[in-house]
Structures are given as C-alpha cells and as structure tokens.
C-alpha cells in the first residue's frame, strides 16, 4: 500500500475529515465497474464514488479492487473447532451423527472460542455481514460486540410435543433476554424438515410475525432426507431412532409442507438453505391428497413456491461439493426471479469462510452464471436475504462503508471481474464503517 500527497484543485473540496480511498477498480455492484475509482468516505458512510477526485488520497491501493464488504448468508460459527478435524462422510446422516457427537461435549467456552475464531475468519475474507445459525443463541453475546453486522438465527428442533413445547420456550426465552442492535439483529431458524416438526415451524411463525423476525431454514439438502419423507425408512430414520428423536406413529401427514411453511412465514418471509434437490416435491404437489411421495416437478411448482417466498435461497458451493451432491439448481432459480446468495457453510464442511473463495469456486466450475450475477450473490443478494440491503450491499453514497480490498492480477481484460476472480490473491484489506479492520501482515 502507498500513501499519496495532497493534490492542489480549487473546484472540489473535501471535508477535513473526509478520507479518500483509490484503486484501480472499484466494483460498486450496483453501477459499472470504474476504473480508476475513488470512494469518500465521511463519519463511516460513503460521501462520493467515481472516476476522478480532486483531494488528498488517503489510501491509494494501486493494482486492486475494491468492492464492498462481502455477505456470508449462512453459516455456524459455532462448529470452527470443528476445522479438518472430521473424516471425509459417506452420508450426510453420517456428518450429522459426528455433529451431535462433538456437541455434546463442547463447553460454553469453546463455543464462545470458536465463535471468536469464526469472526476472525470472516473479517480476514473480507466478509463484513453474516447470518449465523446459533445452537441456542449463544453466538450473540459474541457477534454483539464484534465489528461484524450479523442476524443471528435461534436454532429450534423438536418433532415430539414436549421437545417443540422446550423449543418454543428456549426461543421466547432468548428473545426476551437479549437487546438487538442496529448491527446485530434476531432471527429463528427451525433446523429441517425432519429435526422439525409442523407445529414447530408453525409456532416460529407465529412468534417471528410477532417479533419481526427473519427465518431460515434448511431445505432438501439430501436424498436421504427424501428417502426418509417418500418411504418412512432409510440411515435418516435410524439416526433419528438413536437420538430418541423418531415418532414410531409418524406418518406422511406430518410432514410440513414448503406451502404451509411460506403461510406460516407470511409476514415474515422464509430463507431457505441449500435446496439442493428442489425438483423433487416433498410430499407436496397441488393436490397432494393423492401424491404423498417426492415427486418430479415438470411444470415449476416449486419455483414458483420459492418466488413467493420472497427472500430466497442460500448456496453454499464449496460444501455442496463436498457431500457429492448433484448438479446445484441456482441458475434455474435465478433466472425465475428467485435470489440467491452465498453462503459457506461451517468449517466442518468448507475449507474457509471465504466467501471471495466460494466466488471463484463457481467463476471456474460454472457455465452460464454471468460475473454480474457472481458479484450481486456474494454481495447485495445475501444483505437483502438477511434485511441489511438498506446500509451494506453495494458501494452506494449514504450506505455504510464496508469494503474489501483485494489485490489484482496483472494485465488487461475485456471484463475487469475476470481479473478478480481468475486471481488467487487474498484479501489485503477489511474496512467496516470506513475504518481498516483488517491489513494482511499485520
């Protein structure tokens, strides 16, 4: 990095305490490219963006790119301990089994360590939002005081009455004991389908349209879980059955529904997590009196249940990978209207929380995926899923300046994103409200 001197112009004039940040692109995701670019950025928000400025420059990053600060929309910071430690999974189920495992001996410090460690993480990425799914809320206390804006889910699981009624409480519980901020913001996540039962994802509805609360949830992550939903049978169930956690009456009738989830939700609409094989209908089709198994989904259905949804779908490319799955469906999704943002996951699952690093994931594996549509996941899709597209999202005049600095490759190219994406430099810089939080080296 280089510092330059102050430059003599008499037709525009900053305020004192203005500070001026170049590069050669800047990558606002709302307009083009501008190359080179200036952001002013006054009392942590953005004052002006463009191509020329006639000030002193505080920060002049040379060959690098500055975008804003990165959207990781969902996550569990709580697992980072969990970092290379767990055997590569044949299942999903299997995965779930050692997740379980290790949570029942990790101590309340460990989570806060771990937490700690995760937001590291994040802000060393260039990751300047998340949305973390919290076992019983205790990232809050954490991510609150952090410099990370966040929502952090309440995580809720239940499928018997007395485990759903435990839940419910747990939630309220939290709710009442903690004081969001403008930064830090609540939020409900019951687990899935089959850790979740109706009357559960039915009473968040209640409290999350009462408390204005976003949901998350995770949906058609695996085959088993569909094996599970079409036959009753399958390693789904016998994970279920060791953790007591199975109701030997269940029926397909108590299954929930993604119609009955996106009712519930109305008011407060429904994020869904991973959806990696959503043209198979779980349980559900428009009448599905006579269809109680997955079934194909040849004229939209669920596309269209997602658009109603309203706030999307969350991908996380880098663990999709990892548990084998097939081919991802989010560019059908996107090009029916339907956002979709990034996510990585937990360290249990991906190898970092980078999620620059899930963008170059796709920008090589991908065919069909535009670089613009590339940036707006990792970016303004993810702050609109988790309600901070106000502030944070774009480099825009009057939003918070969050941005990330990372070095480019050398050369010329018809599309600057190549130059980010095709590099393999790391993030240099973190700035969260204009104020550098992280330099590489340091």
Not at 12 to 31: E, G, L, W
Not at 260 to 282: D, I, K
Request: net charge negative.
């Amino acid at each position: 990095m280089k510092r330059v001197g102050r430059l003599t112009c008499v037709r525009f004039i900053m305020s004192s305490n203005t500070t001026v940040f170049k590069s050669r692109y800047v990558f606002p995701v709302d307009q083009v490219p501008l190359s080179p670019g200036f952001i002013s950025v006054r009392d942590g928000v953005i004052e002006k963006i463009d191509s020329t400025v006639c000030s002193e420059v505080n920060w002049d990053f040379g060959n690098a790119a500055i975008l804003p600060g990165l959207v990781n929309g969902h996550t569990h910071l709580d697992l980072c301990d969990l970092h290379g430690k767990l055997p590569s999974p044949s299942s999903l189920t299997d995965w779930l089994r050692n997740i379980v495992e290790f949570r029942k001996h990790q101590t309340q410090q460990q989570v806060v360590d771990a937490v700690q460690f995760g937001i590291s993480q994040c802000i060393e990425a260039g990751v300047t939002l998340v949305g973390d799914i919290a076992s019983q809320g205790l990232s809050w206390p954490v991510l609150v005081k952090s410099p990370l804006s966040a929502r952090v889910f309440f995580e809720l699981i239940g499928m018997h009455n007395q485990r759903v009624q435990e839940s419910i409480r747990d939630l309220r519980s939290w709710i009442a004991t903690i004081e969001p901020t403008f930064h830090c913001r609540m939020g409900a996540s019951p687990h899935a389908p089959y850790s979740a039962s109706p009357d559960l994802y039915r009473a968040v509805g209640e409290i999350a349209n009462e408390q204005e609360l976003t949901v998350c949830t995770h949906w058609a992550e695996s085959l088993e879980e569909l094996q599970l939903f079409e036959t009753g049978t399958g390693p789904m169930r016998i994970f279920l059955e060791e953790l007591n956690a199975w109701d030997p009456d269940w029926s397909g009738d108590q299954l929930v529904r993604l119609s009955q989830v996106t009712e519930w939700m109305a008011a407060e609409e429904v994020l869904l997590v991973h959806m990696n094989y959503p043209s198979l209908v779980t349980f559900e089709s428009r009448d599905s009196r006579h269809h109680k198994s997955p079934m194909k989904d040849p004229e939209g259905y669920v596309l269209d249940r997602l658009q109603k949804s309203g706030k999307g779908v969350v991908y996380c490319p880098r663990t999709h990978a990892y548990f084998g799955h097939s081919q991802h469906a989010y560019r059908d999704m996107m090009r029916s209207n339907i956002r979709v943002c990034l996510g990585t996951d937990s360290l249990a699952s991906a190898p970092d929380l980078s999620i620059l690093e899930e963008m170059r994931y796709l920008h090589r594996t991908s065919i069909g995926l535009s670089n613009v549509q590339l940036l707006e996941m990792g970016t303004i899709n993810g702050a609109l899923a988790l309600g901070f597209d106000s502030f944070l999202g774009t480099l825009s005049v009057g939003k918070q300046a969050d941005m990330t600095v990372i070095p480019l490759s050398t050369g010329e190219t018809a599309d600057p994103h190549d130059l980010l994406f095709g590099s393999s430099e790391a993030v240099s810089h973190t700035f969260i409200k204009g104020e550098c939080v992280f330099h590489k080296g340091d």
